[in-house]
Every structure is written in C-alpha cells, then in structure tokens.
C-alpha cells in the first residue's frame, strides 16, 4: 500500500533542541495526524489537523497542515528526554489512515 | 478517548499454526481495524473490521489468511493462519469514535514464527 515520505528517517539531538520532521505525499488528504510510538506500545495521538493551513499546538508540538493538502510538519520545541521515540505521520482520506514511513528521534542527555 | 486492550501482547508460535488475536474496546467505536507493523517499519492496514459482516481487505490482505471477527461494537478478533516466519510482525488493533477521528490504538501483539 501507499506510504507516506518522512524526513529525516532518524535524528540524534542534544537535550534543550528544537526538533522539526515533515511528511509528503502525491495524494492530497482531508485530516493529518502526528503519533508517537514508544517500544512495545502502539502509537498514541499527538496532534490533528483537519484544515489546510491549520496550525495546532500542544504544549512544546506544533504542527501544521500543509496548503496543498499533500504535506505536513510537526516541530517539537525544547526536545526532553522522554521526547524518545519514533514518530509517524498519517494522512486520512475517508475513514482509512495512511502512515508515513516514521522519524526515530534520539534525545542526548 | 476509547481504551483498547489486546490480547495476547505477545506470542511464539509454530509455523504452520494459527493464532487468534483478541481487541477489545472499553467503549463502543464505529469503525475498527487491523493493521501490521513490520520490523523496524511503519504500519500497514490490513483491514476494516465491519460489526456483522465480513470485513474489508486492503489490497495484498485476504481473508483465508486473516480471517476476521466484529461480532459486536466493543469487540473484533484478528486470526493469522497458517503462520510462517514471514508473518512475524507486530499486530495493532484501532478504533475511531464517531466522526472525531481520534484514532486510538491497542498496544499491539508481538508474534514471532518459528
């Protein structure tokens, strides 16, 4: 099936770094969600975008819905330790959800 | 958000076996699907679990392999049949609330076939 493109595929930063990965895809969706995955945990909801040029934040996240529906950005401001994980994107176009190919993000202490 | 617990949360099985895999919904859900994680990869939907019919397959998912069960709002089983050591992935339950779209997800059933 389709995969959504993430960038960058991992990133090792120092702890207090503000953290930026986006997604892109060829097919426009009408709602992008960010989750985080922890080691044996599914993946937990972080943020929704359900309009184009929508900017949402949640405490140190914020991401942003891209204008031409196609891409997505999610910035993690002042990166903690408990900040590990691997992040995925995921487009939604009716009631399915496509996943990106995921960012892992390692926090230096 | 809905809660949703799976069970097992891990196993090792025989190839050749099958093995049922059970999610259950602490509230009642419209929709609930099934995907596959891949070691080291992102999540692939298997399917749509439909209440009282059979369910939806993605493209390259089939039901004698996954035969899948919803026979109310709160419960669906996932079967991997057959099982070889190229099924040995994790398997994620999800379901979605009315039309918030608050995706929530079960924590996932590591299998592992020798």
């Known amino acids: 099936g389709q995969q959504l493109n993430q960038s960058p595929q991992s990133m090792f930063i120092q702890e207090g770094e503000d953290v930026s990965m986006n997604c892109t895809s060829s097919?426009?969706?009408?709602?992008w969600l960010w989750y985080k995955q922890d080691p044996g945990e599914g993946p937990v909801l972080l943020i929704a975008?359900?309009?184009?040029?929508e900017l949402t934040s949640n405490g140190r996240l914020t991401a942003q819905f891209g204008i031409t529906r196609k891409d997505s950005f999610l910035n993690i401001s002042a990166s903690i330790p408990s900040d590990v994980g691997i992040y995925f994107c995921?487009?939604?176009?009716?009631?399915?959800?496509?996943f990106g190919t995921g960012t892992q993000l390692k926090v230096e202490l | 958000s809905a809660v949703i617990s799976q069970k097992p949360s891990r196993d090792i099985c025989q190839r050749g076996t099958s093995l049922t895999i059970q999610c259950q919904v602490d509230?009642?859900?419209?929709?609930m699907f099934w995907y596959r994680q891949q070691p080291g990869q992102s999540l692939t939907l298997i399917a749509t679990?439909?209440?009282?019919?059979?369910?939806?397959?993605e493209s390259g998912f089939v039901i004698d392999k996954f035969p899948i069960s919803r026979p109310n709002l709160t419960f669906s089983t996932l079967t991997v049949s057959n099982m070889s050591p190229e099924d040995s992935s994790i398997y994620l339950c999800?379901?979605?609330?009315?039309?918030?779209?608050?995706?929530?997800f079960g924590s996932g059933t590591r299998l592992t076939v020798v």
């Open positions: 679990a439909n209440q009282g019919s059979e369910a939806t397959y």
């Open positions: 097919s426009i969706f009408n709602t």
């Open positions: 975008l359900y309009k184009a040029g």
């Open positions: 995921a487009g939604q176009l009716g009631n399915k959800l496509t």
């Open positions: 999800s379901g979605v609330e009315g039309i918030s779209f608050g995706y929530t």
């Open positions: 509230s009642q859900v419209t929709m």
